[in-house]
């Protein structure tokens, strides 16, 4: 289902991902959720939180422990 704010984000999201990362999974999960509740809410789902943590990357990387903002070009 999709997320309401960051604070409904499942702990593992939020416990480790910096607040504009989890603004980033939460906009990316809800966007894919509606894209691809035709497949079934589980199916849907699993691909929601993919799209979510891709989104992620594309402004994140992990180092070590912590999740830090890409250096921009």
Same mark, same amino acid.
């Given at each position: 289902?999709?997320?309401?704010?960051?604070?409904?984000?499942?702990?593992?999201?939020?416990?480790?991902?910096?607040?504009? !990362?989890?603004?980033?999974?939460?906009? &990316?999960?809800?966007?894919?959720?509606?894209?691809?509740? $035709? +497949?079934?809410?589980?199916?849907?789902?699993?691909? !929601?939180?993919?799209?979510?943590?891709? &989104?992620?990357?594309?402004?994140?990387?992990?180092?070590? $422990? +912590?999740?830090?903002?890409?250096?921009?070009?």
């Amino acid at each position: 289902m999709p997320y309401a704010s960051v604070n409904d984000l499942p702990a593992s999201v939020r416990a480790h991902l910096p607040l504009h !990362a989890q603004e980033i999974y939460l906009a &990316a999960f809800n966007n894919a959720w509606t894209e691809y509740q $035709d +497949r079934g809410t589980e199916r849907g789902e699993e691909i !929601a939180h993919r799209v979510a943590w891709t &989104a992620v990357k594309r402004k994140y990387q992990k180092a070590r $422990d +912590r999740w830090i903002p890409l250096q921009s070009d």
